[in-house]
């Protein structure tokens, strides 16, 4: 019997880059294929090529055996072919039933839409595969987890029979990962087949029965996940020799750099946020807040940063009182901030590397001379930073929204650590990078702290707080209902303090007045 | 020396990839010429196109002419368009016949006069510029000044006060001085809404829309109230400015070219200077592209919006003192025919950039002068030059009109011109 | 594919200009020159159906009667003046006649840069006089008085109103006249009639301060007939359209037209409209370019007035049946009255 779906020799050509090149992929029926690679490898440029965004300069297609030419996502969905997005296509004022329907409206007698049998479809469906949702739910109400489901449904419904999931399990917590992947065993023991297309190794052994792993736009190589290890992929990967685990010594810590104080935050609704907490870091020491996201650690590293204003309670620096200072005043004392989403906060994508990375220090000399900017002096900085901080970009002139996504955190690690400061607040700092990034931003980080400098990271990523920190405080519901030492720490009992439950009482932490939406 | 030579030569190229925002530096596969050029270019020849078939189709002879034969009704067609567009040519830059005779000649006079209808198109590039500039300042600084034509009457007027009201200042004093005059009160028109958008987050395009009001009634008010011309009978009419408040034509009258032409030149370069050079100009270009980055990095926005809208409304001050003390030399109801709004769609075409806004604010002031040419000699109405104009710009605007019609391969980086952030209805 | 189809209408385009340029070449057979007559309009336009449409009725009237050539380039804003005026003396125009006080300075400055040339300007007159400018002047309150008498005699509600575009003189002078024709009509007959919109003693009136937009025009005169008014005389170019449709559309009220005869111009509203305040530009127009033509040009200011016919009343046309015989006759011996002087407008 054929293959499902057959690439043959498939290469694309992007002005000054080879992003696929002869690309052959096999993928047969009940089966999930790992399509494993750093960012920037070409899985997505193929990914869209099997979806009809891209045309390949080369190469051909087969379905089952025949030969097909897919121009437009809906000649992909004819095929059979269907994609969860990482970032859903689903509107979300509309509701579940409304969203599954849109582009494949059934029409009544008349010109009404049958919302009934669409919402039939949708509970067999939903029933068959064991995919819980309400067809009548606002897709706005409903958990990301949730809406992931209706992502999968919207393919189904269109009777999709290979299915390409594109990095599902960024948006995801550890649970609803965990259940996702229970859905795509669910979805091939019933015939479906699907491509996984991830950077997280931990993922693709536990759940692929094929991993194909791509670098530079090539296929280097396949592995057998029943004996592939870590190491071994992330080589395959990068390309070198890997160290996924961070060297770090103990380190005594020294004075208190950076201290919270009965810190009460609320957010625009007025909802109360973080509720009442304290807590200290300390020089050359990192500190980790752990935590699902949603629960406060964001406007965390807003109010010390200044970013937001906070309602009452105290933060200092050095002893100095920093509280809803200016965001200018606070950078100047001597902190640093890697802000959670580097595309909203951190960059200005049409500006050029060279500017980025002055953009918090362009108004000051060497810089700048009065008001005029120097830009022999930007531009001697941007190559040092580039060099120093391996910084992969064509020239310091290329806009920043170019550079693949691990190369735009590069700038700004470079840009905050390469100043003299002795705090460094660290939101997510590898949030959707590859391996070969993450160990490096890693390295960097540790390395900071190693000189003296305090650390407050933020991360979602349960490995990277154990990994990287020194102590760990869990926020659950704005409040910081643990604070432990990472080493006398295991994950399991982390991940229960994260969902909010205190192993020695076993029950769920005391809840705030105001509940604390999870915002998406 | 040789160094040198060079720099000049490519000055054309430096300021094309200026104006695209391509770095000669990065090794990227450079576009070609013509690739740059091509939309505008194929814009304003469909532009052109089109505007003949209207020519044509409004033309009486045309008529008459396909009524006899198809072959003399096109001829006839060939001839109403050869006509018209030949007008609009020697009208605007110039007959290039009596241009070589008058060079021949060598008579100073005669050249002046056959470089005038080139003269008389830059002294009416001169507001858009000066209007396109202002328009292109707001936009990078994630503004839309649609308040352009208030402030270009409000600045009009403080000139004509100063202009006339001041008297016995030599003229090195007294016309930097009404300039000035002119540049201020069109940033105080404009700070306004500026600070009712950093203050309250009242949307710019609303506030300035009414500002345009205020500013027509005022200047109206003004000029059959407190500055109408004694013995004018209360017509809305301004005295005449002082001789000294004169921006100096430089040849006499017909010829009009005058020293606003530089001095419009010479605010592009400052302007350019300022968003590309300095510190106050990466401020404005941040909080334009991204105003959550702009506040990360610690810029004050508030302060940065409102010395955004208070020098774009400097600019178009500038516009309106422009045209009274070089130009008109005393103000009157229908002072502009709305360059306030024109420069909106100048800026775009000159994608925001300060030497785009020139080009752009040259090709307009070209077809508009060829069109008075082109009213004297075959009688078509001025209005068909703005219809052409218009087309222009919505070709220029919307490329895939004219990828379509001449079925080019889209390229990926030619998508939106200037992002205006503040459009997402965020503060 | 696509260079293919650039190439051609490149050809095409510089086939046009060349052809063009041929045809420049050949010289057309020498005709004796025809007399030209060149206006330029304000930044109404030529078809502001207001004082740039009339004058421009003049230099039409004359290529008709006389067999000149006309020749017209509009304006759209003050800077456009002086080039659009320099164009004309550079085509050799016989006379030029420029439209409304906007042009004056623009007028003055090209008549004496090119003393040789002949101008004319519509409601517009030089102090001192300069030899080549002949300005059209207009007392249009003669006519606008006897509008207002004929309006008091008709008005069944005891009110009349007006309004005006913008409050300059050569508007505000219909609104006196008609005024003082109410008065007159009031201290001869003892009524008490009222006009609303104008005030002559104080200077406050009703005006739209913009002379395109109908809509005010509808909104004044719908708001003067709330007041009661049954006649009304809007003196605002186009504006007074909408007027006249508020008019139509409410019924039980007639309308006073300015400028030129409505009934002619504005046959929509044929039935409503009682009469005319006409300011002959057209008359004046044609008189200045046969001056020029048969060489009895001289500069100063032309007044019209019911006397020479540069102003007059229109016709009642189809509402002559409203106007009494007495009524009617009265307005012809006060029109006497003012013509012989006994009747007098100044105070």
Redesign the interface.
Known sequence: MAPILQLKGITKQF??ILANDHIDLTLGKGEILALLGENGAGKTTLMNILYGLYQPDEGEILVNGEKVTIHSPTDAITSGIGMVHQHFMLIPVFTVTENVMLGSEPVKAGDFLDRKKTAQKINEISKQYNLEVNPDDYVKDLPVGVQQRVEIIKLLYRNAEILIFDEPTAVLTPQEADELFNIMRELTKQGKSIIFITHKLREVLEISNRIMVIRRGKVVGEADPKTADNKKLAEMMVGREVNLVVEKDIKKPGDVVLSVEDLVVADQFKNLVIDHISLDVHAGQILGVAGVQGNGQTELVEVV???HKAVSGKIAFKGKDITNC????I??AGTA?V?EDRQ?????????VA?NLV??S??QEPY?HG???Q?DKILENAEKMIKDFDIRT??P??SVGTLSGGNQQKVIIARELSRPIELLVASQPTRGLDVGSIEYIHKRIVQKRDEGCAVLLISPELDEIIELSDRIAVMFRGKIIATVNADEVSKETLGLLMAGIIPEKGEIASKTEKVVEATF | MKNNKNDKQDLGKVILNEITGE?P?????KKSFWKKIEIPFLAIITGLLIGGILIGATSQSVYAGFAVSIWSGFAALGKEIGTAYFSLFTGSLGNPVTIIQALQSGNATDIRFALNPLLESLVKSTPYIFAGLACALAFRAGLFNIGVEGQLFIGAAAATYVGYAIKGLPSYIHMPLAILAGAAAGALWAIVPGLLKAWTGGHEVINCIMMNYIAYRLTTYLLTGPMTRPGGGGMPLSPMIEKSAYIPQFFQSPIRFHLGFFIALAFAVLVWWILF???????L??VG??P?????????ITKTIIVGMAMSGALAGLAGANEILAVNHSMAIGLSSGYGFDSIALALLGNSHPFGVVLAALLFGVLKNGATRMMVVSSIPIDIVTIIQALILIFIAAPAIIRAIFHLRSSKEDTAIV?LSSWGGGK | MSKKLIVVLSVLMIAAFVLSACAKATPAAPAAPKFKACEVTDTGGVDDKSFNATAWKGVTDAMSQLGIDGKYLESKEVADFEPNINAFVQEKCDIIITVGFLLGDATKAAAEANPGVKFSIVDYGYDPVIPNVLGQAFQTDEAAFLAGYLAAGVSKTGKVGTFGGMQIPTVTIFMDGFYKGVQYYNTQKGAKVEVLGWTPADGTGLFTNDFSDQQKGNDMATSLMDEGADIIMPVAGPVGLGAAAAVKARGNAYIIGVDSDWYLTAPDYKDITLTSVMKLMDVTTLNAIKAAMDGTFKGGTTMGTLANGGVALAPYHDLSSMVSADLSKEIDTIKAGIIDGSIKLAQ
């Open positions: 002005p000054g940063t200044g970013l200016s965001p200018r005043v950078t100047e901030h802000p909203a906060d951190g960059l200005v994508l049409p500006f050029t500017e953009l918090c362009y108004y700048a008001v005029v900017l830009y064509p020239s002139f290329v | 770095d530096k990065s090794p990227k596969k050079k300095t510190t106050w100009g990466l401020n270009r941040t592209t991204n959550r980055a702009a506040k990360y990095a610690g810029l004050n992002t």
